[in-house]
T-cell receptor, first 116, second 113 residues
Framework: GENVEQHPSTLSVQEGDSAVIKCTYS??????FPWYKQELGKRPQLIID?????GEKKDQRIAVTLNKTAKHFSLHITETQPEDSAVYFC???????????????FGTGTQLKVEL | DTEVTQTPKHLVMGMTNKKSLKCEQH?????MYWYKQKAKKPPELMFV???????INESVPSRFSPECPNSSLLNLHLHALQPEDSALYLC????????????FGNGTRLTVT
């Protein structure tokens, strides 16, 4: 099955700095990679996703890059703000199959702390 | 606002109790999921329903019993739980057969005493 590794487990940055979280996956057939943000006591929320036919995707201060050859993908947050403080989970899936739902494999999570 | 609603928000139950968690979505999604999440850990998949049929059971103990009465509803029946079952139980839904994300509900915080 798929295995997703995520680093670092904790990350502290100063407000305004950039933050980068990296994930690697094992199944070369994985083709969809969402990122979730989970604030304390709340649900995981999708913040950005990327499909395997795309190398980079950007949404305002958030970007995700994908290197299929190396089987790794990264989340980049620029101009960090205190409200970016949360746990971030990467995930991978071999999607597009009919039946059975989408069995995401999550990374272990990164606790991001943005300090004033 | 979440498009996947879960009730109750909090639940405290004894080891001999029977209770149910409920989940509802109105996004027309045909895949629904139950996840268990311990503090500071990623969500762990428990069950997947696809078109109202159980498609994945991740070797979950029989004291957890899922039910999908229709395409919008998902229940998780609990019986004879153990203290280590205390966790956040998340329901999610997604489109079926596509490269689509899971949409999570706010979860039920379960405490087993």
């Amino acid at each position: 099955g798929e295995n997703v590794e995520q680093h670092p487990s904790t990350l502290s940055v100063q407000e305004g700095d950039s933050a980068v979280i990296k994930c690697t996956y094992s199944d070369s057939a994985s083709n969809y990679f969402p990122w979730y943000k989970q604030e304390l006591g709340k649900r995981p929320q999708l913040i950005i996703d990327i499909r395997s036919n795309v190398g980079e995707k950007k949404d305002q201060r958030i970007a995700v890059t994908l290197n299929k050859t190396a089987k790794h993908f990264s989340l980049h947050i620029t101009e960090t703000q205190p409200e970016d403080s949360a746990v971030y989970f990467c995930a991978a899936i071999r999607g597009g199959l009919t039946g059975g739902g989408n069995k995401l494999t999550f990374g272990t999570g990164t606790q991001l702390k943005v300090e004033l | 606002d979440t498009e996947v609603t879960q009730t109750p928000k909090h639940l405290v139950m004894g080891m001999t109790n029977k209770k149910s968690l409920k989940c509802e979505q109105h996004m027309g999604h045909r895949a629904m999921y139950w996840y268990k999440q311990k503090a500071k850990k990623p969500p762990e998949l428990m069950f997947v329903y696809s078109y109202e049929k159980l498609s994945i059971n991740e070797s979950v103990p029989s004291r957890f019993s899922p039910e999908c009465p229709n395409s919008s509803l998902l229940n998780l029946h609990l019986h004879a739980l153990q203290p280590e079952d205390s966790a956040l139980y998340l329901c999610a839904s997604s489109q079926e057969g596509g490269l689509s994300p899971l949409h999570f509900g706010n979860g039920t915080r379960l405490t087993v005493t």
